[in-house]
């Protein structure tokens, strides 16, 4: 190590130790450098943006993180499960991406994370949160769920990542819910544009037994009649046999139906759906949850500078980044966006200004992200991928709305009854 | 390199034909006086190619391409022209070329995933954006050792140092700042909000004007560098674009203060802004997601990298218009000129 290595490591060790914290190590590398020059310790103490010149005055910034962990249900295909810590580390590293603009500012974000089986222990760490004065929970669990810790918790500000549903972004209204995943209506809205752009009109659609398939079935049904596309066939998938043997003869006969021009499956937890491809009567496309598929984020989107947030997280978290850890990650950095412009930390006033018209998110997706103001939903394009390529992103070329083309995208404003902004 | 070509091969396009000739017969009176005359050329990295390639200024052909380290972005020359720096950003390097061979002569120990950098006027030091470890590198260029690093925010990308040298501007895209650095102590002496993902900044040849594009803002907003606060900040409105695609990228001011040209990426075009009234009077059509610029030294021609259609527009600065776009490898990122 050269003199000039060891002076540079003591300079940086100082200035460090001045933003983050008071430690008596601190105060000693601040001597040293006074010692070593009287005018690092006066640059030193201007380096700060706000008003704050002391770490003393560092303020935290708490932030919960609630999961309601889910059994998996037996797939099918079940060859890639979900990470187990799937949403969770999008907030970390959201929290981290905020803590090196917050140290300019005199911030420092920490993540309490509740995760559990059971909805009571969630309820009770939402209590306690709420009791020491949080301001901000992300909140990974299905609709329900977060309707009842929404119920819990009026005056706090939650961010959705976990949950899909429509009847959130239209008809069950949660004034204090705001929703960084893309419901499934933006799903398949993202992908029936690029269908219609394809001149690819004429769909079969084969549904799962489970709730969710049908109501990715019904969002697949409401972009049909939104763009233009005909569902010449529907099926429900009910067999029970073991595709990984018998697809080659089961789905053929299945899908042998009046022609389509692409087939879409509705498979949320990948049951199926992987065993219609290459298998179907007519050789179209296949679609939906598996094969060509609309998603808020996968390991192949890298445009944009993504490139370098999926490397953040690879060495985050040794995996690739999902549509729930980016959710996550959206949700974190709304929130450190928003203290960046000065505003107090306090649900009401973060609600205001992230459904605001100065609110502003560069997310790596090609466009700023902002929220809808009815529903509270972040307004974001839609990668279409396969699992080795990006395809598409949605919104299309060619579709226009008077306000932003990304409206095309979900439930609009007057397809909502939400009104959660004031 | 730099082989004064025979006249025949000489493509007289009309706008350039009265110039070239006169280039063209200057070149050979200086050779026929035994003179060696450097044709200017034009440096442009091409990143998923893993090359640069070479521009002939009078000719504004492509007459060389060289392989490089991998996913080269930032590029530029010594003082005296004699070295390129390159950024090879997957190689965590940055390279060293020889210009005379087109050699790489040496590796910088740059950090990781350099971007993008800024060669202080003493031209010993190279400061350097570290994408991916929200660092800023300090590097000796003679030593060829680190002498600093500098902890910005998050994915820190432009660089610039002022005309004096005594300040160091880093933009980091995700934290959303301006880093301002002492460059007589590598310490942060400011930080300054601007709006969202800047990736490039500019100071004006006076040095009392620093310009900061914001990608995703889709702003230029310019700093008075004396109290590093806001003046001004520029908005861009072309017809039949959404404003979501007009990304500010590039910046480029002319040395006699009258004009700035902004690269707006997937808008696909160059505005024109007077420097003076900060005015954008036009806005120029040019190849596709454009984002880096460098003007000629004689500031008759400004060059754009278009990546997405992968080539080099030109823009004629007098007559403000487009008078040719070069093919050049995949994914164009920057540009160096040599006079």
């Known amino acids: 190590m050269t003199l000039m290595d060891i002076s540079t490591a003591i300079q940086r060790l100082a200035t460090t130790s001045m933003l983050t914290c008071k430690s008596r190590l601190a105060n000693l590398a601040a001597l040293t450098i006074t010692a070593l020059t009287t005018t690092a310790l006066t640059t030193a103490t201007t380096v700060l943006l706000a008003t704050t010149s002391q770490a003393a005055e560092l303020q935290t910034i708490q932030i919960g993180y609630l999961e309601l962990q889910q059994q998996q249900s037996p797939l099918l295909s079940n060859v890639l499960p979900d990470p187990e810590d799937n949403g969770l580390q999008g907030a970390r590293l959201g929290r981290d991406d905020n803590n090196a603009g917050g140290k300019f500012l005199g911030l420092q974000y920490q993540l309490q994370e509740s995760r559990s089986y059971q909805l009571d222990d969630l309820k009770a760490s939402l209590q306690q949160w709420q009791t020491n004065g949080m301001q901000a929970v992300l909140v990974n669990a299905p609709a329900d769920a977060l309707q009842q810790l929404s119920l819990l918790a009026p005056n706090l500000l939650l961010f959705n990542i976990g949950s899909n549903s429509d009847e959130l972004r239209s008809q069950t209204c949660l004034n204090n819910v705001l929703h960084t995943l893309p419901s499934r209506a933006m799903l398949t809205d993202a992908l029936a544009q690029w269908l219609i752009s394809k001149k690819l009109k004429k769909w079969l659609l084969i549904t799962g037994t489970r709730p969710g398939d049908k109501l990715y079935a019904d969002a697949v049904r409401r972009s049909a009649k939104r763009f233009g596309g005909k569902l010449v066939a529907e099926k429900d998938w009910t067999f029970d046999a073991d595709l990984r043997r018998s697809a080659a003869a089961e789905v053929p006969l299945f899908t042998q139906t009046k022609e389509y021009d692409a087939v879409i499956v509705a498979d949320e937890p990948g049951d199926f759906g992987e065993f219609i491809l290459y298998n179907t009567w007519y050789p179209r496309p296949v679609v939906g949850t598996q094969g060509l598929t609309p998603t808020g984020w996968h390991r192949v989107v890298e445009q944009w500078g993504a490139a370098q947030l999926q490397n953040r997280f690879d060495r985050l978290a040794h995996r690739w980044m999902t549509d729930k850890d980016y959710a996550a990650w959206a949700a974190m950095r709304s929130i450190g966006e928003t203290l960046a412009h000065q505003q107090p930390y306090a649900a009401a006033a973060l609600k205001d200004y992230l459904l605001g018209p100065d609110f502003e998110l560069a997310g790596f997706k090609g466009r700023k992200l902002t929220y809808r103001n009815w529903n509270g939903q972040l307004r974001q394009p839609i990668p279409l991928i396969h699992p080795r390529a990006l395809v598409s992103q949605s919104p299309q070329e060619g579709y226009l709305h008077p306000t932003t083309e990304l409206d095309t995208l979900g439930f609009d404003k007057p397809e909502s009854q939400c009104r959660i902004g004031s | ?339």
């Open chain 2, 1 to 339: 390199m730099n082989n004064p070509r025979p006249l025949t091969h000489v493509r007289l396009a009309s706008p350039l034909k009265t110039s070239l000739i006169r280039t063209a017969l200057a070149t050979a009176t200086l050779l026929a006086s035994g003179l060696v005359l450097a044709t200017p050329l034009a440096y442009v990295s091409n990143e998923k190619d893993d090359s640069l390639s070479v521009i002939d200024l009078d000719s504004l052909e492509v007459i060389n391409t060289i392989e490089v380290g991998q996913r080269p972005r930032g590029i530029t020359f010594n003082k005296d022209y004699s070295l390129l720096y390159i950024c090879a950003s997957d190689d965590d390097t940055v390279q060293v070329l020889d210009v005379a061979s087109n050699r790489v002569v040496a590796n910088l120990p740059s950090g990781e995933d350099p971007e993008q950098f800024a060669l202080h006027p003493d031209g010993d030091r190279l400061y350097i954006s570290n994408e991916d470890s929200a660092l800023v590198t300090v590097v000796d260029t003679h030593t060829h050792e680190v002498s600093g690093q500098i902890d910005v925010g998050v994915e820190p990308e432009g660089m610039g140092v002022s005309p004096d040298g005594k300040l160091v501007v880093n933009t980091s895209e995700t934290t959303s700042m301006l880093h301002w650095i002492d460059a007589s102590t590598n310490q942060l002496i400011h930080n300054t909000k601007v709006d969202q993902r800047p990736r490039h900044v500019e100071f004006s040849k006076d040095g009392k004007q620093l310009w900061a594009s914001a990608e995703i803002g889709g702003t230029v907003s310019v700093i008075d560098v004396a109290s590093k606060e806001e003046i001004h900040k520029i908005r861009f409105n072309i017809r039949g674009v959404h404003p979501d695609k007009v990304q500010p990228v590039g910046v480029k001011l002319t040395s006699d203060g009258r004009y700035a040209f902004v690269a707006l990426g997937p808008a696909n075009h160059v505005a024109v802004v007077d420097a003076k009234t900060y005015e954008v009077l036009d806005y120029l059509l040019v190849g596709r997601r454009v984002w880096h610029m460098a003007l000629t030294p004689d500031e008759k021609y400004l060059l754009t990298t278009n990546g997405i259609s992968g080539d080099v527009s030109v823009v004629d600065v007098a007559r403000q218009k487009v008078i040719k776009s070069i093919k050049v490898g995949r994914y164009p990122w920057g540009l160096a000129i040599k006079p």
